[in-house]
């Protein structure tokens, strides 16, 4: 008996303990003791010697306080400068593009060069360098074959491997993209006869690589100086298409072959700068829609704002059939 009186005093214990520390762990805050947090210029500008012109967007960040409008509108009177160190020039704004822009023509942008940008807006001045990278790199070689897609009947899928050397003797980091361009026959829905007929049309479409706009098109060159490096893996599955998908069950022909013919496939290898690389890894790392997820810090290179001011040389490979 007496053993029971003093379990049941164990547990009321360890209850009212437990009691205590979460009532602990809530504290409640006073408002005024929240730091207020001003909106900072967004900066976003990519240069290269590829590219046919600079362009520089602009707006403004909103505080972490109050209603949620994700709706960023552009700042069209901000004062944005580009210099090489040697002459500088003034961006004007295209509203047609929402963006400050000047051909690359009239402002040279030179590999191994040094590039400041300073934007000045709503009282407020934020400035960013980067160097472009010195190599220009392409893919050396790649490989093509076939996989079988079990997912649909008939459909085959398109692989392709590339694989380019790495400047030796410094640190480099990589972004690759690729679109294929190809014929197709598709069903057209005509309104004036009211019926579908055949169309051979041509369509360019982004391929999908290993993870799907994911890590894997972002690389660096750390503990493999020098050596061949391998590629995304690019991936195209050929279409197959039905009438029944089409939705249109009075045509006769209930199936056709839209015989896909591959015109080209672009690939894209950038040598970009370190701000370019490490800016796409974080948001790419928090873009996820992984619930559990911890936030993650977008990185910034733009001194007392927002964004990312870098800069690449694009190597473009391009296979025609």
């Known amino acids: 008996m007496l053993s029971k009186k003093i379990s049941r005093l164990i547990i009321g214990l360890l209850m009212a303990c437990s009691h205590w520390s979460c ?3 809530v504290t409640d805050l006073d408002p005024n003791s929240i730091p207020g947090t001003r909106p900072k210029l967004v900066v976003e500008s990519y240069i290269s010697p590829q590219l046919p012109a600079v362009q520089v967007s602009v707006s403004e960040s909103k505080t972490i306080y109050g209603p949620v409008d994700n709706n960023f509108i552009s700042i069209k009177n901000a004062k944005v400068v580009l210099s090489d160190g040697s002459r500088e020039i003034v961006l004007p704004y295209h509203t047609d593009l929402d963006r400050y822009q000047v051909d690359s023509a009239t402002f040279r942008i030179v590999p191994g060069k040094t590039y400041l940008l300073t934007v000045s807006a709503n009282n407020k001045l934020v400035r960013a360098s980067t160097v472009i990278p010195p190599a220009h790199v392409k893919l ?3 490989l093509i074959d076939t996989l079988l897609n079990r997912n649909f009947r008939g459909d085959s899928t398109l692989r392709i491997r590339g694989f380019f050397n790495d400047p030796a003797g410094q640190t480099n980091f990589f972004s690759h993209r690729a679109y294929i361009e190809y014929e197709v026959t598709e069903m057209v829905y005509d309104p004036v006869t009211g019926s579908y007929h055949q169309k051979r049309v041509r369509r ?8 799907n706009f994911g890590p894997s098109q972002l690389q660096n060159d750390i503990n493999l100086d020098g050596k ?5 893996t690019w991936y195209f599955t050929f279409p197959w298409q039905t009438l029944e998908n089409i939705n249109a069950p009075s045509i006769p022909d209930r199936e056709y072959s839209p015989n896909p ?3 080209k496939i672009h690939m894209e290898t950038l040598n970009v700068d370190e701000a370019y690389y490490r800016f796409h890894r974080s948001w790419l790392e928090g873009s996820g829609n992984n619930p559990f997820s911890e936030p993650t810090v977008i990185f910034s290179n733009i001194q007392d704002g927002l964004g990312c001011f870098g800069s690449y040389q694009n190597g473009v490979t391009i296979i025609r059939f």
Do not use: C, F, G, Q
């Open 204 to 211: 360019r479409r982004i391929m999908d690589s290993d993870d």
């Open 140 to 142: 050396n070689r790649y």
């Open 261 to 263: 013919v591959i015109v």
């Open 23 to 25: 009532e602990s762990l």
């Open 228 to 232: 061949e490096l391998k590629a995304p």
